[in-house]
């Protein structure tokens, strides 16, 4: 299902005089249905992104499926932005779920093979990871919830959701010791099909891990090939 690079760019056919839009599968759909201040900048400027806009969004360029995610289980609780997730989505065609998922030695999360278990019932198609831009550096500059990529604090997690054969998206590379993580992830899990949002400073980087693993992909939406 998953391809070395994951594009949500929108396609045409020239050949078609009317512009008919090819079908696409979007893997990186943003929900947003209540509007949530910005926690990065604690702006009180609020925006929602909610089921019906990103509809119309669809259509216009041709998008019939989309896998989504709220933000909103970042910047607040990862339970209440996944349930948001599901009860804004349920009854509506072409969107599937994706959950933001935190280790799950806290309470909140529960064991992961109960949780897991959930996704499997409720249809959940994939895992997102957001330990947090900022998170090795000096100081905490990342949301509040922020935790390491590295196997003492993930392994059980990650090994569940191998054996399951979910594949996982995981934003937020902003350092070297965040990339170092990935690749002994990658070598520890390599049956765990592993999306990253490489950012376009860090191109070099992604190039070199998907070289080196056979299980990485890389959203291309965040990746440009500018200084060559």
């Given at each position: 299902m998953?391809?070395?690079?994951?594009?949500?760019?929108?396609?045409?056919?020239?050949?078609?005089?009317?512009?008919?839009?090819?079908?696409?599968?979007?893997?990186?759909?943003?929900?947003?249905?209540?509007?949530?201040?910005?926690?990065?900048?604690?702006?009180?400027?609020?925006?929602?992104?909610?089921?019906?806009?990103?509809?119309?969004?669809m259509?216009?360029?041709?998008?019939?499926?989309?896998?989504?995610?709220?933000?909103?289980?970042v910047?607040?609780?990862?339970?209440?932005?996944?349930?948001?997730?599901?009860?804004?989505?349920?009854?509506?065609?072409?969107?599937?779920?994706?959950?933001?998922?935190?280790?799950?030695?806290?309470?909140?999360?529960?064991?992961?093979?109960?949780?897991?278990?959930?996704?499997?019932?409720?249809n959940?198609?994939?895992?997102?990871?957001?330990?947090?831009?900022?998170?090795?550096?000096?100081?905490?500059?990342?949301?509040?919830?922020?935790?390491?990529?590295?196997?003492?604090?993930?392994?059980?997690?990650?090994?569940?959701?191998?054996?399951?054969?979910?594949?996982?998206?995981?934003?937020?590379?902003?350092?070297?010791?965040?990339?170092?993580?990935?690749?002994?992830?990658?070598?520890?899990?390599?049956?765990?099909?592993?999306?990253?949002?490489?950012?376009?400073?860090?191109?070099?980087?992604?190039?070199?891990?998907?070289k080196?693993?056979?299980?990485?992909?890389?959203?291309?939406?965040?990746?440009?090939?500018?200084?060559?």
């Amino acid at each position: 299902m998953w391809a070395k690079t994951i594009n949500i760019t929108c396609l045409y056919n020239s050949s078609v005089n009317n512009m008919n839009p090819i079908k696409l599968f979007d893997s990186n759909g943003l929900i947003i249905p209540t509007p949530t201040p910005n926690y990065r900048t604690l702006s009180q400027e609020a925006k929602s992104r909610t089921v019906e806009m990103v509809e119309k969004e669809m259509r216009t360029v041709g998008i019939t499926r989309a896998l989504v995610r709220n933000p909103r289980a970042v910047s607040l609780l990862h339970t209440l932005g996944n349930r948001e997730l599901l009860e804004h989505i349920s009854g509506k065609s072409g969107f599937y779920a994706s959950w933001y998922l935190v280790p799950t030695l806290p309470p909140e999360m529960g064991a992961a093979s109960e949780l897991l278990d959930e996704m499997k019932k409720k249809n959940v198609k994939a895992a997102w990871l957001s330990p947090g831009p900022g998170f090795f550096g000096p100081k905490l500059s990342g949301h509040g919830m922020a935790y390491t990529l590295d196997e003492w604090c993930l392994s059980g997690l990650l090994s569940a959701l191998e054996d399951q054969g979910f594949p996982v998206f995981i934003e937020g590379f902003e350092s070297w010791e965040h990339w170092n993580a990935l690749d002994k992830v990658c070598e520890k899990h390599p049956n765990l099909p592993i999306i990253i949002t490489a950012t376009n400073k860090m191109g070099r980087v992604a190039y070199s891990m998907l070289k080196k693993h056979r299980n990485i992909h890389v959203l291309t939406v965040g990746i440009n090939d500018h200084l060559g």
